[in-house]
């Protein structure tokens, strides 16, 4: 089973709205990843998580939490969310957090999140 | 400075023929690794190959290949026999090399080329 699921697949929320997206696998894998990716551009990275531990924030403004309960969940939770902030929300995994070796990220079909 | 280059935005192929996309990066780490991912419409990257900078041969997967040249710090992927299918947005992207064993690593990515197969 190589596959990594999140939801919701569509979210809409407002400005003053608390939502959370969530992402699970149950490959084993040790690493997990939040990237925002906005229209026609490359994936951002904006967390990892290694070993169930937060090992690299990109500088992400703190209205965006992430929280990883087990080493098969991840969530994002979201809170006062500017209109700037709509992207599509990408969750992924990789076996070696290390990145040693071939160990591709395993990406979820992502998250579409619209705040108005 | 850019790390990954793809200079193509957009490619044209006809169906049954072959197309190669450009990929150039750019690290001063002996260890890296190199992969390419394809994100159609839906929006789900899927992993297509990968090449490790120590890896003495070209990588290949079914119809994709990877024209690795260490030396032009080059990564091309080929994709033989165009199939409808095929069309989508491409992306190179390279993970830099850790020192710690369980320190995550990051992976950046180029800008992306959109592929569109014809009849």
């Known amino acids: 089973d190589t596959e990594v699921t999140q939801t919701p697949k569509h979210l809409v929320m407002g400005m003053t709205n608390k939502k959370s997206l969530k992402c699970e696998q149950h490959m084993g894998h040790r690493a997990m990843y939040w990237y925002k990716q906005k229209a026609k551009k490359p994936p951002e990275l904006m967390f990892v998580y290694s070993y169930e531990k937060l090992s690299i924030n990109e500088s992400v403004p703190s209205r965006f939490s992430p929280e990883c309960p087990n080493s098969s969940l991840l969530n994002l939770h979201l809170h006062a969310l500017q209109p700037e902030d709509s992207a599509l929300y990408l969750c992924?995994?990789?076996?070696?957090?290390?990145?040693?070796?071939?160990?591709?990220?395993?990406f979820g079909p992502g998250t579409r999140l619209t705040v108005t | 400075a850019q790390k990954i280059t793809q200079t193509q935005p957009g490619m044209f192929v006809q169906e049954k023929e072959a197309v190669t996309l450009d990929c150039t990066y750019d690290?001063?780490?002996?260890?890296?690794?190199l992969f390419w991912y394809k994100q159609p419409s839906s929006g789900e990257m899927i992993f297509l190959i990968y090449q490790g900078s120590y890896d003495q041969q070209n990588a290949t997967e079914g119809r994709y290949s990877l024209n690795f040249q260490k030396a032009r710090k080059s990564a091309n992927l080929v994709i033989s026999a165009s199939q409808l299918g095929d069309s989508a947005m491409y992306f190179c992207a390279m993970r830099e090399g850790s020192p710690h064993t369980g320190t995550a690593s990051k992976l950046t990515f180029g800008t992306g080329t959109r592929l569109q197969v014809t009849l």
């Open positions: 690290t001063s780490d002996p260890s890296y690794g």
């Open positions: 992924a995994s990789s076996q070696d957090p290390s990145g040693r070796g071939s160990y591709e990220q395993y």
